[in-house]
């Protein structure tokens, strides 16, 4: 399986954010890429870092105006897509999400993930914005393969990428748009794949995108393979990258490191007493 990880700048102009994205969709397929991951919320400015009420029209119905181009873009380069993107919710008409859509080579609408742990942090307002979500930690099947959604903040907690290697996923993508913790990027990521035994691919966004920026956001995407090892990564600038896992490798791992047979849920239910 090959995959891109593309970690972009962005401008105000959403149109300008959403081409520079399809251009490099249209780069991906010529280079026969099976599936390519955007960074969190591509399509726009990282609009957490103030609260400001206008952001609320940047929000979209998934599948909406930004997923439908990319669905096209997808089928005509012939590359699965991890979009993440805001969300305004079609049923209940005022609620916001931080979404992932994943869509097939075929350009079909596959489903969504949406973020469920939201920071509250100097330049990461996402309570203002967001609702935590509601849909769990499914699992996509993409050309026969399991692949898993984590969005930016979720990689701080250990429990969803549990939950979706048990539910099979062989690769967890990590859309990202983060200044914070540097020195648990890596770590953290490779920690997922390692307990795990997946491969986990990190996307963040690079640059800075107003005067003052404290944190700017610092790159670094990458791709860890079944035992934790960095299979490659990224610069601070933008670029994408360009991976082949060997899903094997999943199956191979486990063999040898059988942490997900040997796991003890009979005496993990005080994890839930603690609330």
Request: charge should be negative; hydrophobic fraction near 40%; charged fraction near 25%.
């Amino acid at each position: 399986m090959k995959i891109a990880l593309l970690q972009m700048t962005c401008e105000e102009n959403k149109e300008k954010n959403v081409r520079k994205a399809i251009d490099y969709i249209i780069k991906a397929g010529k280079q026969s890429v099976d599936m390519l991951c955007l960074q969190e919320l591509f399509s726009t400015v990282y609009i957490a870092r103030t609260q400001d009420e206008s952001y609320f029209e940047l929000a979209e119905t998934i599948p909406g105006p930004t997923i439908k181009q990319l669905m096209s873009a997808a089928k005509e380069s012939n590359v699965a897509l991890v979009a993440p993107i805001f969300e305004v919710d079609s049923d209940v008409p005022g609620t916001y999400y931080n979404t992932s859509a994943v869509i097939d080579r075929n350009g079909v609408f596959i489903g969504k993930y949406r973020k469920t742990h939201l920071p509250q942090l100097p330049e990461y307002e996402e309570k203002y914005y967001f609702k935590p979500g509601n849909l769990g930690y499914p699992v996509f099947q993409v050309d026969g393969h399991k692949i898993g959604v984590y969005i930016c903040y979720d990689r701080h907690f250990l429990e969803g990428p549990r939950i979706m290697a048990l539910r099979g996923a062989e690769v967890i993508f990590v859309p990202t748009c983060t200044g914070f913790y540097p020195e648990l990027w890596e770590l953290e990521l490779r920690a997922h794949a390692s307990f795990n035994t997946i491969f986990v691919a990190g996307v963040n966004r690079v640059g800075s995108e107003y005067e003052g920026q404290k944190h700017p956001f610092f790159g670094g995407s990458l791709v860890s393979d079944p035992a934790g090892r960095v299979l490659a990564k990224a610069s601070s600038e933008e670029e994408m990258l360009v991976v082949d896992l060997d899903l094997d490798q999943v199956v191979e791992r486990r063999r040898r490191a059988p942490f997900l047979r040997d796991r003890r849920p009979d005496l993990y239910t005080p994890l839930a007493e603690f609330t």
